[in-house]
C-alpha cells in the first residue's frame, strides 16, 4: 500500500488568490491523480498528473485553473488559480502503484474554503 | 457511458442487523471494481478490489462479492463505528482513472 499525505490540511483564502497543495506519497508510484470532492457528493477527477510531462485534464478542467507539476515519482502540486466561491470543495491526491494490483489510495484531503 | 450507480444513497441499522449495499455498472470493460470507505472530513479508505465475476473477499464484518453486472457489499451484525459512506468505483483498464458512483450513506444506530 502506499501513504499519502497532503498539506495544507484546510485552508482559507479570499477569491482572486492562488493556493497550492502539496502531496508526498511515501513510495515510488507509477500514476498520480487529483480529485474534487463537493460536499455531499462524490469524487471527480480533475486531472492525472504525469512524471516529467504535462497532465492529462478531464473534461471541464483547464490547466490554467489547475496546474499541476510532478517532478519525480512521489510528489505532485495541484495550484488552484484565481479562487472564487466555486472552487470551495476538498481536494484529494490520490496514487497507484503499479507493483502487483490496481488499487488506489487516497490522501486526507485539502478542505479548502474561498471567500 | 461508463456509469457506476449505488444503492441505496442512504441507509440506517440497528447495531447487529445486517444488510447489503449495492453498486451497478455499465462499461465498456472492467478491469477492475474497487471499494472504499470514507469518513467525514478524511479522504477514501481502499477496501476491496474484485477483478472477475464470482470473486468474493472478506475483512472483518465486511464481505464484497462481485457478478457481470453489479457488487455487493455484505456487512454482517454491523457496529456504529462501521458508520461511513461506502464508494464503490470500476477501472476500465489498467491506465484508465476510476469512475466513482455516489456513495452509500450508513448509519449504524447503538
Known amino acids: 500500500s502506499a501513504v499519502i499525505s497532503q498539506k495544507p490540511s484546510r485552508d482559507i483564502c479570499q477569491r482572486g488568490t492562488s493556493l497550492t497543495i502539496q502531496c508526498q506519497v511515501d513510495s515510488q508510484v507509477t500514476m498520480m491523480f487529483w480529485y474534487r470532492q463537493q460536499p455531499g457528493q462524490s469524487l471527480t477527477l480533475i486531472a492525472t498528473a504525469n512524471q516529467g510531462s504535462e497532465a492529462t485534464y478531464e473534461s471541464g478542467f483547464v490547466i490554467d485553473k489547475f496546474p499541476i507539476s510532478r517532478p519525480n515519482l512521489t510528489f505532485s502540486t495541484l495550484t488552484v488559480s484565481n479562487m472564487s466561491p466555486e472552487d470551495s470543495s476538498i481536494y484529494l491526491c490520490?496514487?497507484?502503484?503499479?507493483?502487483?494490483?490496481?488499487?488506489?489510495?487516497f490522501g486526507p484531503g485539502t478542505r479548502l474554503t474561498v471567500t | 457511458e461508463d456509469q457506476v450507480t449505488q444503492s441505496p444513497e442512504a441507509l440506517r441499522l440497528q447495531e447487529g442487523e445486517s444488510s447489503s449495499l449495492n453498486c451497478s455498472y455499465t462499461v465498456s470493460g472492467l478491469r477492475g471494481l474497487f471499494w472504499y470507505r470514507q469518513d467525514p472530513g478524511k479522504g477514501p479508505e481502499f477496501l476491496f478490489t474484485?477483478?472477475?465475476a464470482g470473486e468474493e473477499k472478506e475483512k472483518e464484518r465486511l464481505k464484497a462479492t462481485l457478478t457481470k453486472k453489479e457488487s455487493f457489499l455484505h456487512i454482517t451484525a454491523p457496529k456504529p463505528e462501521d458508520s461511513a459512506t461506502y464508494l464503490c468505483a470500476v477501472q476500465i483498464s489498467g491506465n484508465t482513472p476510476l469512475v466513482f458512483g455516489k456513495g452509500t450513506r450508513l448509519s449504524v444506530i447503538a
Open positions: 490520490s496514487a497507484k502503484s503499479g507493483q502487483g494490483g490496481y488499487e488506489q489510495y
Open positions: 474484485l477483478y472477475s
